[in-house]
């Protein structure tokens, strides 16, 4: 299974610069630029696919029925799960080009030419981080922090299976950036998870988008929890066996290590 992980780039980024910084910080998704793992678990993440049950959103395992579910969302990644939702229209590509223009200040030529060459309403993530850097050097402070924040949604809340670019539909919701704060943004990042395991749990699909930073750290604790609460050795022996040595090592490390995500947002 081919995972779609964009921890690097979110890093390689880096924080917003001091001049945008309260801008981002006032969106409420800032702590998503410390929360993203940089290459999922392809084994961990494997096993819990296949676990997965579209008919009830919960991930079957052996020591029984866990899923995840919005508390986790606030507690791990501490997005707000209480809000407003904003419905993402369907975006014809002229609308999205209108919309690059007005909101990162881009030429119409350059955002025509952009969303052609992705082949419809998205844009290249290093074409926003291009455009991130023109808009700081140029001291337009919030069509920077739209730019910045963008590149952040397509990384971590918004991750599709393309791997290289986003949807611009979500620059709609980085309109008025005093106003972004209020939407619930925890609630769409697990909807858009659960639709994603629901498309990699077929048998005919052999790739996984969405927020993987947080399956994975929900995973973890799962794993944890487990070996806390049934006999561990049954835990490490199941894991070990059926399926591979890197998620039998998770099982140890959580054991051995307190495991804080808090310590690393």
């Not at 081919?2 to 390689?12: A, D, P, T, Y």
């Not at 993402?88 to 030419?113: C, G, K």
């Not at 969303?115 to 402070?141: F, N, S």
Request: with cysteine; charged share 15%.
């Amino acid at each position: 299974m081919k995972l779609s992980s964009h921890g690097r780039k979110v890093h390689s980024l880096g924080r917003p610069i001091p001049a945008i910084e309260v801008l981002v910080a006032g969106t409420g998704l800032s702590p998503l630029i410390a929360c993203s793992v940089d290459t999922g678990d392809w084994g961990l993440l494997s096993a819990f696919v296949e676990w997965w049950h579209r008919e009830t959103s919960s991930f079957h395992l052996p020591v029984g029925e866990l899923t995840i579910t919005l508390d986790d969302v606030s507690s791990l990644l501490y997005l707000p799960v209480v809000g407003d939702l904003h419905a993402f229209e369907p975006l014809h590509v002229d609308d999205a080009v209108q919309m690059l223009v007005d909101l990162l200040m881009v030429f119409a030529e350059s955002a025509r030419a952009e969303t052609a060459r992705c082949r419809g309403p998205y844009v290249c993530l290093q074409w926003v981080r291009d455009i991130y850097q023109r808009r700081c050097q140029a001291g337009h402070w919030t069509a920077a922090a739209r730019a910045y924040l963008l590149h952040l949604l397509g990384c971590t809340l918004f991750t599709n299976k393309s791997a290289t670019n986003v949807h611009v539909v979500y620059l709609e919701a980085l309109r008025d950036l005093s106003m972004t704060e209020r939407y619930a943004w925890g609630v769409a990042a697990l909807v858009l998870m659960y639709d994603q395991l629901n498309d990699a749990s077929m048998s005919h699909n052999r790739q996984l988008g969405g927020y993987i930073t947080l399956l994975q750290v929900t995973n973890m604790f799962f794993i944890r929890s487990a070996s806390t609460m049934f006999n561990f050795k049954f835990c490490y022996t199941f894991f070990i066996n059926v399926y591979n040595f890197d998620v039998a090592s998770v099982v140890l490390d959580l054991r051995v290590l307190s495991v804080s995500w808090g310590l690393h947002c």
